[in-house]
């Protein structure tokens, strides 16, 4: 028999999923299908640079179908809902797909309109987002305008994506205007609704003492309710204000829209509720889920989605010959932190070990959690990686899925 | 981890007084941590919100986030501050009797 498998969305997670499970199985073991809305592949680590005209929209963009193998059935298509209990997708085309195993890695979606007055007066003019292609690039006209004033940088609340851009972002702030030579008149300002920096202690207090070092005002504790863009002001919900001349914020994040069009399939904020291990659903054994679909508690970025594959490869492989599952995902991230003068940070951790200072990915490597040249060329070099190695399904030489303490050190230590 | 003492009771808290054994909470308890919160009188307002956070915590392990409280306690975020002015997240968590909140990364 023909095993169906059906991934809904063809961002990182989809299109590694697709590839990986081409060679997995052969056409006549199981058909592969992967639906998408549209045929834009954004590289999203590149929307980072797109403000400070370090990189252009056309050098992050190229078609989800390319990317994608032959011997995969590529759909365009909004999706309209999943039929739990049938194994069924309806989509809006009218076509429904009948599956064996459905992988949900369609990312999320930004709410910038669950926030009062966000999307009102003054957005797009004087309150920006960076988590969108356009948001990116009109930001930068934005920028290139600015002579001076306060800009404040915040994010309303988590998850979002990369919980460490924003941080990078106001890094690059620093930069750009010191570039300019004009750093003297711009305030930057750092809103959060954590308590510090950074959600993990160490990284916080590095990161923390990076801002200062750098002088960038830090808002804790700040729970955004109210974006005045008319105004120039954040009202947080405790009736706290924080003036700006530029805002950049980066808005509630949810699940696909169809997720929550889906009856069971996804939580409060439309994420699909997942074994953080296996990656199983914990709505349908055949259904699966990867990436910043999820629930489970890491972050939602690029490199969580990469380490996952391989272990969901495995899991889909189990579940279809009805062996248990084995594959157990640990939580691994891994991210670079840009901050601005050619340097960047490297941070690596998991489900139970937060960043670290040492050496990735072993005792002779990149620097953890220390500023430096070879972590800001890792992070240029990247870009290459993700088109020619982990869209396609190849292992990266060296790293491995799952974390390793090698080369690391607690403090003290 | 120390122990303090509510409603005669010894339980088991953490620096910040965030239970760690939500199973040694009773409503005489919020109601003292309350007083001390500087919340007087606990309205029925501010139960719904009390009982929908030990539910969630006992469903999945976390207590929600302010976000999740405004979208599926029947409560919303602007009643939340001015049910717990400080911050409806820690403050109800702590009456609550669960751990503190995990923020993911």
Not at chain 1, 20 to 32: D, M, V
Not at chain 1, 231 to 240: A, F, H, M, Q, T
Not at chain 1, 311 to 329: K, M, S, T
Request: net charge negative.
């Amino acid at each position: 028999m023909t095993h169906r498998i059906v991934i809904l969305g063809a961002g990182t997670g989809g299109t590694i999923m697709a590839n990986r499970l081409r060679k997995t199985y052969a056409e006549s073991e199981a058909s592969i299908t992967v639906v998408d809305r549209d045929d834009r592949h954004i590289y999203q680590p590149g929307l980072l640079f797109v403000p400070f005209g370090l990189t252009h929209p056309e050098d992050i963009v190229r078609p989800r179908k390319r990317q994608i193998h032959k011997g995969i059935d590529y759909h365009q298509s909004e999706i309209d809902r999943v039929d739990v209990e049938a194994d069924r997708v309806h989509l809006t085309d009218g076509t429904t797909l009948d599956y064996d195993v459905l992988i949900v890695a369609s990312g999320t979606d930004l709410l910038p309109q669950e926030t009062e007055g966000l999307t009102g007066p003054g957005w797009m003019e004087k309150v920006f987002t960076f988590y969108t292609l356009e948001g990116a690039a009109a930001l930068e006209a934005a920028l290139t305008r600015f002579d001076g004033g306060r800009i404040v940088v915040n994010f309303i609340d988590l998850p979002i994506k990369c919980p460490i851009a924003p941080l990078e972002f106001v890094f690059m702030t620093d930069w750009y205007f010191h570039e300019r030579g004009i750093r003297d008149r711009v305030d930057i300002t750092y809103v959060t609704p954590l308590d510090g920096a950074f959600t993990k202690p160490i990284a916080a207090q590095s990161l923390g003492d990076l801002m200062a070092e750098k002088h960038i005002e830090l808002v804790t504790e700040f729970n955004t309710g109210e974006v005045d863009g008319e105004g120039g002001r954040l009202v947080s919900y405790d009736e706290r204000e924080v003036p700006f001349d530029l805002a950049v914020i980066v808005p509630l994040h949810g699940g696909a829209s169809f997720v929550e069009r889906s009856p069971a399939l996804g939580d409060d904020l439309g994420f699909v509720p997942t074994d953080p291990h296996t990656l199983q659903s914990t709505v349908k054994p055949n259904i699966f889920a990867i990436g910043d679909a999820t629930n489970i508690p890491t972050s939602k970025a690029g490199s969580v989605t990469h380490f996952e594959a391989e272990i969901l490869q495995d899991n889909v492989r189990r579940f279809l010959a009805g062996e248990p599952l084995e594959g157990e995902y640990d939580g691994h991230a891994n991210c670079f932190i840009e901050t601005g003068f050619k340097k960047a940070l490297l941070i690596d951790f998991n489900y139970d070990t937060e960043p670290l200072e040492g050496h990735f990915p072993a005792q002779v490597g990149m620097p953890l959690l220390k500023e430096s040249r070879l972590n800001h060329l890792g992070k240029l070099m990247f870009q290459w990686f993700y088109w020619h190695s982990l869209l396609p399904g190849r292992d990266i030489p060296g790293i491995r899925p799952d974390m390793t303490m090698a080369g690391k050190h607690r403090p003290g230590e | 981890m120390s122990t303090k003492t509510l409603a005669g009771t010894p339980v088991d808290v953490n620096d910040e007084g965030f239970f760690e054994k939500p199973e040694q909470w009773t409503e005489e308890m919020a109601t003292e941590m309350a007083e001390e919160e500087g919340i007087d009188d606990l309205t029925p307002q501010h139960w719904q919100v009390i009982h929908f956070m030990r539910k969630e915590y006992d469903e999945k392990g976390t207590g929600p986030t302010v976000r999740v409280l405004g979208k599926s306690s029947g409560v919303s975020v602007k009643e939340l501050y001015q049910l717990f002015p400080k911050g409806p997240a820690k403050v109800a968590a702590r009456i609550a009797g669960i751990p503190k909140p995990r923020g993911c990364v």
